[in-house]
């Protein structure tokens, strides 16, 4: 059974920094890109960051640029998702997913993992 799972989510102060890890199972992943999305309540779940299967490329929103670094290591299967300097405006669901290419549409992705909480207070 494929399966990611999120963990690292929790709750911060504005100006703090979490870590998020995306744990892959049931297959490998290290030819599929590897998006982390977020999904606030009422809006659209967006791709705020992305890296290629050989990490080579990412993708940042520009919302997030300068403060989240996402990173992976195919050997252990996990993907991380670095967050400094948050503000109450990050906070939402964040949901790691993998799909065959680095894309922002989140129909693309074939695998999702079922979303962490990130509150950010101010």
């Known amino acids: 059974q494929v399966q990611l799972v999120e963990s690292g989510g929790g709750l911060v102060q504005a100006g703090g920094s979490l870590r998020l890890a995306c744990a892959a199972s049931?297959?490998?992943?290290?030819?599929?890109?590897m998006g982390w999305f977020r999904q606030a309540p009422g809006k659209e779940r967006e791709l705020v960051a992305g890296i290629t299967g050989s990490a080579q490329n990412t993708y940042y929103a520009d919302s997030v640029k300068g403060r989240y670094t996402i990173s992976r290591d195919n050997a252990k299967n996990t993907v991380w998702l670095q967050m400094n300097s948050l503000k109450p405006e990050d906070t939402a669901v964040y949901y790691c997913?993998?799909?065959?290419?680095?894309?922002?549409?989140?129909?693309?992705?074939?695998?999702w993992g079922q979303g962490t909480q990130v509150t950010v207070s101010s």
């Open positions: 049931g297959r490998t992943f290290s030819r599929d890109a």
């Open positions: 997913a993998a799909a065959p290419y680095l894309t922002n549409t989140p129909g693309n992705y074939n695998y």
